[in-house]
């Protein structure tokens, strides 16, 4: 342990490492148990109860609200509703809609988030497009069809329409959390990885409440069962604020380049558990899209790391 201490860079690695096996473990076995309550309910409440919890802790963070400017407050919305709630609605409602069938695959479409956040860097924040970026994103997005249908066209038959309806949610979700990174750029220089969380959780919650509000499913509370509430804790303390903590606290002693690679365990993780708990099989096809996917989101990573975007989005 003393060693781990007194070497960041390992401490930091770790962090990475660690989280991004939490978000792995929360879409295959954590987030697809709460499959019989609303999928807005289930968004309000998994970011209600850890923004609770950190009031405990961090409530002095509101004294920032003095300081923000309007720009710094839109900013913080947008990341909430794009980042928050928007794509984190969209993965959940994908993982719903699969009933323990093929859940990986969500996972994986959903690293296609660095293709989205590039473009709308280069729309939004008029970031100049390398050349390499569209060798890349082009091989990851192709990848990402041969992942999801095999040789097969899309199915439109019920099972088939499923797959592809939540293979859609899943790269909205992707486009979400990349328009939420991008948006982060613009304001987190300025407020520290514990005040960015504090607020993000504190946003993501109020939008979240006002959606379950006008669709008239605040009452749900009485639906959720111990077995929900026993998930919805653990979500909440492990893959939900606490792997985002984690998180960040590891992405300040290691390089973009480096937690690329060490954020590969948030998908290995999901096909390894995917196997094992819901006997998932992928075709030979699919798993050679699956690694030239991730191949791809690698090198887009890597080769762009001198304009890199900090993430500010989870999963």
Do not use: C
Request: charged residues 10%; glycine residues 6%.
């Amino acid at each position: 342990m003393k060693s781990i201490n007194n070497n960041p860079r390992l401490a930091g690695s770790l962090a990475v490492a660690v989280s991004a096996m939490l978000w792995g473990v929360d879409g295959i076995l954590l987030t697809p148990q709460l499959y019989n309550l609303n999928t807005a309910f289930v968004v309000f409440v998994i970011h209600l109860f850890p923004f609770l919890l950190m009031n405990l802790f961090f409530f002095k963070e509101y004294r920032l609200l003095k300081t923000m400017t309007r720009s710094d407050l839109l900013f913080f919305f947008l990341i909430a509703l794009f980042g928050g709630a928007l794509g984190t609605l969209a993965i959940v409602k994908s993982l719903f809609l699969l009933h323990f069938n093929h859940l990986s695959v969500v996972v994986l479409l959903q690293k296609l988030q660095p293709v989205f956040a590039v473009i709308l860097a280069r729309i939004i924040l008029k970031e100049r497009i390398k050349r390499h970026f569209v060798l890349w994103a082009s091989l990851a997005l192709v990848s990402g069809y041969f992942l999801t249908f095999g040789w097969s066209l899309p199915d439109f038959s019920t099972e088939g329409i499923t797959t592809f309806y939540a293979a859609l949610l899943s790269l909205l979700a992707a486009f979400s959390f990349g328009s939420s990174t991008v948006f982060s750029k613009k304001i987190l220089g300025n407020y520290s990885f514990v005040s960015s969380t504090f607020f993000r959780y504190g946003f993501t919650t109020a939008i979240m409440l006002l959606i379950v509000l006008l669709t008239g499913h605040l009452g749900d509370f009485s639906q959720i069962t111990s077995r929900n509430w026993l998930f919805i804790a653990l979500i909440g303390l492990t893959t939900g604020s606490g792997a985002i903590f984690l998180y960040y606290y590891g992405l300040r002693n290691v390089k973009a380049s480096l937690s690329t690679f060490l954020e590969l365990m948030y998908p290995i993780t999901a096909v390894v558990l995917d196997y094992f708990v819901n006997h998932t099989v992928y075709s030979p096809v699919q798993w050679i899209a699956a690694f030239v996917m991730l191949f791809a989101i690698v090198m887009l990573n890597v080769s762009g790391k001198k304009e890199k975007i900090r993430t500010f989005a989870a999963k």
